[in-house]
Nanobody, 130 residues
Framework: QVQLVESGGGLVQAGASLSLSCAAS????????????MAWFRQGAGTEREFVAA??????????EDEDFREGRFIISRDNAKKTVYLEIEPLKPEDTAVYYC?????????????????WGQGTQVSVSS
């Protein structure tokens, strides 16, 4: 069982930076945070949940939603000792306004599919003013 708690959201101005955190607690025999691939998704008002970025178990590989990768605005990272995954966003745009969710996957490879993530946090709201 994995419990995820996001933090770091808030109201910020366009052009600023923000760092989101997702703290994990893992229970169960033989399980550890490092066995899970982690990801960030987001959902704006009236829109479907969309993939943002994912990172593999040891942090050596990551994938991003294609457009964001080209712009280089999102950086995902993790600290297995702290059982935490991070998402840095800079510069923020008004269209980044959404609830940002952290998710954990037991799948072997990185994936953009939300259905491949078994555990989800409650989300943290990011609102960007123009």
């Amino acid at each position: 069982q994995v419990q995820l708690v996001e933090s770091g959201g808030g109201l910020v101005q366009a052009g600023a930076s923000l760092s989101l955190s997702c703290a994990a607690s893992v229970s169960g025999s033989g399980r550890s945070f490092s066995r899970y691939n982690m990801a960030w998704f987001r959902q704006g008002a009236g829109t479907e949940r969309e993939f943002v970025a994912a990172i593999n178990w040891n942090g050596n590989n990551h994938i991003y939603e294609d457009e964001d990768f080209r712009e280089g605005r999102f950086i995902i990272s993790r600290d297995n000792a702290k059982k935490t995954v991070y998402l840095e966003i800079e510069p923020l745009k008004p269209e980044d306004t959404a609830v940002y969710y952290c998710a954990a996957s037991e799948a072997l490879g990185l994936t953009r599919m939300a259905t491949n993530y078994q555990y989800w946090g409650q989300g943290t709201q990011v609102s960007v003013s123009s």
